[in-house]
């Protein structure tokens, strides 16, 4: 029988390894977040004009989505009336 003998600098070695790894991983999440929740450059002219509306249209979508979303909530729970 041939077994692996597996000895303390070799359980060493993997935990390097893999806090190594671990890190990477960390630093790509950090970079991957930061990318998303970062603030877009202001840009000049027709872009810059464009970036404001597509923002606008983007604010005025939430809140409707959120107002439609009330209504049906409140219509779930309102009492209504038999005549």
Do not use: C, W
Not at 2 to 29: A, F, M, P, S, Y
């Amino acid at each position: 029988m041939n077994k692996d003998i597996i000895t303390l600098k070799d359980i060493h070695q993997l935990r390097k390894d893999k806090l190594t790894e671990v890190r990477e991983q960390g630093n790509k999440i950090k970079d991957a977040v930061h990318n998303i929740f970062m603030p877009q450059e202001k840009e000049t002219g027709i872009n810059g004009l464009m970036q404001y509306v597509s923002t606008g249209v983007a604010i005025y979508d939430g809140i409707l989505t959120g107002l439609k979303i009330i209504r049906r909530i409140r219509g779930a729970f309102s009492v209504r009336r038999k005549k």
